[in-house]
């Protein structure tokens, strides 16, 4: 879908980079972001969710902008599924590849196990 050929590979990392850039408090607050399919013929992405996400209220306005800005900013995807995995279905994350590759959870605070950050209030 674009003049410009592209390898798969260089999509995913404009898709992986699109979403640090623009959406690190989904890492930040203990959640993950994962890309499930890529179809460069048809331009679409599918994303999911994960980790504190699954829970939050405030995933649906997260995936809105997420699809919103997406299709502005990478001229290949034309259309973007997204979800959280509490829509029913396919549960955890079998099979999935982290869009955050090469990081890892938490900060430099050790809690001693594995709960994620700690709730603000």
Known sequence: MSTEARTEDELRED?????????????????SAAITN?????????????????????????????????????????????????EGGHGGGDGMSPSFPGETRGGDIDSGGDEGPEAPF
């Open 15 to 31: 898709v992986t980079n699109f979403l640090r850039r623009n959406f690190p408090q989904i890492q930040m607050h203990g959640g």
């Open 38 to 86: 890529l179809d460069m013929e048809e331009g679409t992405v599918s994303l999911r969710l994960g980790g504190a996400c699954s829970g939050c209220g405030i995933s649906p306005m997260t995936i809105q902008a997420i699809k919103s800005r997406m299709t502005k900013e990478i001229p290949e995807i034309q259309q973007v599924h997204a979800d959280t995995g509490m």
